[in-house]
């Protein structure tokens, strides 16, 4: 069974880029997750595509949107905490569609 690890990330100031990429939220019925991390960022190495994230700065993240989510994390300051499941997804970094998307989470059924 996979243990949650509290990952702190630290950038210089708050217009330098965290340097990950993420997916899912509540909206879009789907885990939030790490979807990709750019090379020479503060996320590089601490991170990884894949990571499951079940809590940003102790809140926890299981029924947030994507929005409240990035949300959070723009308002973190210079240091970013958050508790992960590392790579519980596996790497979805080069994951695509195989045909047109659909799906719309603004979209009521």
């Known amino acids: 069974m996979a243990v949650p690890s509290v990952i702190n990330i ?17 909206d879009f019925r789907l885990q939030l997750q790490v979807k990709k991390v750019q ?5 590089e190495g601490l991170l990884h595509a894949g990571d499951a ?3 940003i700065g102790g809140t926890n993240a299981q029924n947030l ?10 308002s973190a300051g210079n240091l970013l905490q958050l508790t992960v499941l590392k790579e ?3 790497d979805l970094g080069n994951v ?3 045909g047109p ?5 603004w979209r009521h059924s």
């Open 65 to 74: 949107t994507h929005m409240q989510a990035h949300q959070l994390i723009r």
């Open 88 to 90: 519980h997804f596996g």
């Open 96 to 98: 695509k569609p195989k």
């Open 10 to 26: 630290q950038r210089n100031h708050t217009q330098e880029p965290w340097g990950f990429r993420l997916s899912g939220g509540r």
């Open 53 to 55: 994230i079940l809590a």
């Open 39 to 43: 090379p020479g960022t503060p996320a």
């Open 101 to 105: 998307v659909k799906f719309s989470p």
